[in-house]
């Protein structure tokens, strides 16, 4: 019996999957995509906040999200996190990941955001940011392709060029990250290269 083929479809099956889900302008866009940078709550997680008795003590985080940021990561797309929050727990996530620039605690998103670009050397217009809420506006003002999640407020959804179906922590970065690789060709291989365990998440947080 012959194994099946690895990866499951061809590029070009990928990519019309790509073009039947965004209009012209859309896709034009997430092909240019050279970075992600994710808000934390509401986009990685469902924006709950779980406290224990010394403050926050977790946060719910979807393993396919994971998969896609590891997939984008390995075609050669920058992520960078950036929340209001400083929270240990998204750290962890993020340096698990093997995130590019992490910024914790920054509520002034915008002078964050050029720090990134900096870091990155990525002119914004290659860009994609995801934020759910107003303090994220600024961002997703500086960027090509802002992205949201349904539960966003209305003057978040009305300044995004692409609002997922799925909602935030439950496969909306997925979502994403395969919308940009398929859409330049790029899924196939990256399914390719995760073959190879060294591109897996490290456990180790310093």
Do not use: N
């Not at 997680?45 to 984008?72: C, N, Q, S, W």
């Not at 998103?109 to 940011?129: N, T």
């Amino acid at each position: 019996m012959s194994a099946h083929p690895w990866p499951p479809r061809d590029a070009p099956v990928y990519m019309k999957e790509a073009e039947s889900k965004l209009d012209a302008g859309q896709l034009a866009l997430f092909r240019t995509v050279e970075a992600i940078v994710l808000d934390c709550d509401g986009i990685l997680t469902d924006g709950r906040l779980i406290y224990g008795p010394d403050g926050e003590a977790l946060k719910t985080f979807h393993a396919r999200d994971g998969l896609g940021l590891v997939m984008a990561r390995v075609s050669g797309i920058k992520l960078g996190l950036l929340t209001g929050r400083d929270s240990a727990v998204a750290e962890r996530r993020a340096v698990e990941l093997k995130f590019d620039a992490v910024k914790l605690g920054r509520f002034d998103k915008q002078r964050a955001m050029d720090e990134i670009v900096g870091e990155f050397d990525v002119d914004p217009s290659h860009i994609l940011y995801m934020g759910d809420d107003l303090i994220d506006l600024p961002a997703l003002d500086m960027v090509g392709l802002p992205v949201t999640v349904p539960e966003a407020p209305a003057d978040v959804r009305a300044r995004c060029r692409y609002i997922t179906t799925h909602p935030g922590g439950d496969g909306a970065v997925r979502e994403i990250t395969d919308l940009v690789l398929m859409s330049a060709g790029r899924f196939g291989d990256a399914l390719v290269e995760i073959a190879d365990r060294a591109w897996l998440p490290r456990e180790e947080t310093s």
